[in-house]
């Protein structure tokens, strides 16, 4: 389960345990639902509703929380895959002729037990971008499969940049914004 995650090193140490919630009751709250969400995942799983997004500014946490989920998870023999939105879609659209190789790598993040999204549309998006993720996301909701999401943008903003995309993550995910005073948590020691 690891090996096939994609989760590196660091990652593996972004846990719940070490997570700073103390700076603001956004952090708080996003924390206990993110703790809520991997303590019950197995009795969701199979829901329409079985997936969570965090939304928020750059070093609010949403990463280091969406690893906390996906290290429970596989602790608990919960296959995730790790999939750096822009880092991926950069790959796909420069193979994207290569049939065989867009099909297994979109294969691998499609049917994932769990798939965690990092930065989703993060820099610019283009209309080859929101076709991939279209054709991602499409699949992962018609077939119930969960996904955990972290997204610097609003869900008006997702909704702006695709509708489809947007509606079917409103649908799917629990929505939780973590914003805290301090703008950048990277910036004041954790």
Do not use: W
């Not at 700073?20 to 009751?25: G, I, L, T």
């Not at 420069?94 to 979109?106: A, P, T």
């Amino acid at each position: 389960i690891l090996r096939r995650s994609g989760v590196s090193d660091a990652f593996r140490k972004k846990r719940f345990d070490n997570f700073d919630f103390s700076r603001d009751k956004a952090t708080m709250d996003g924390y206990k639902i993110a703790t809520g969400y991997a303590l019950n995942f197995k009795d969701k799983e199979k829901d329409r509703d079985n997936s969570i997004m965090f939304i928020g500014q750059v070093g609010s946490g949403k990463t280091h929380l969406s690893l906390a989920i996906a290290n429970e998870l596989m602790e608990d023999g919960v296959g995730v895959v790790y999939m750096s939105y822009r880092e991926v879609i950069t790959r796909l659209k420069q193979n994207i002729m290569d049939e065989v190789y867009y099909h297994r790598v979109m294969g691998k993040y499609k049917n994932a037990r769990v798939l965690l999204i990092d930065d989703l549309f993060k820099g610019k998006v283009t209309e080859s971008d929101v076709n991939i993720m279209f054709e991602l996301l499409n699949f992962r909701y018609f077939n119930k499969l969960p996904v955990i999401v972290s997204c610097e943008m609003d869900v008006d903003r997702i909704l702006s940049v695709d509708e489809a995309i947007g509606s079917r993550l409103v649908e799917m995910c629990k929505c939780v914004e973590v914003k805290g005073k301090k703008l950048n948590y990277r910036m004041y020691g954790k």
